[in-house]
């Protein structure tokens, strides 16, 4: 297994409501703001634990959902890097 690279996604939208509410695991969400994702293959991973829980639950155990890249309607992020102000491919 590969190490996943994570990135924080401001806003994931999913086909249907596939991953437990992290506050509330009876309750099924299809919209997710600002939880950490990772794609591996044709695989989304999921961490849905907001970043402030995420931070302060370090070493506890926590769920990851997996769900295949066709269940992904859209995923929203903002690139962190800097901008050099060339453009991509000059």
Do not use: C, K
């Not at 990135?7 to 939208?13: E, L, M, Q």
């Not at 794609?39 to 995420?54: K, M």
């Not at 302060?56 to 155990?61: Q, Y």
């Amino acid at each position: 297994m590969s190490t996943l690279n994570w990135r924080t996604a401001t806003h994931v939208v999913l086909n249907d409501t596939l991953i437990p509410d992290p506050n509330a695991g009876h309750n099924l969400l299809g919209q997710l703001r600002n939880v950490r994702v990772a794609v591996e293959g044709s695989f989304l991973h999921i961490d849905p634990r907001q970043p402030q829980d995420a931070d302060t639950s370090a070493g506890e155990e926590f769920d990851v959902h997996i769900v295949p890249a066709s269940a992904v309607n859209t995923i929203t992020y903002r690139d962190a890097e800097r901008r050099t102000g060339r453009l991509a491919g000059f």
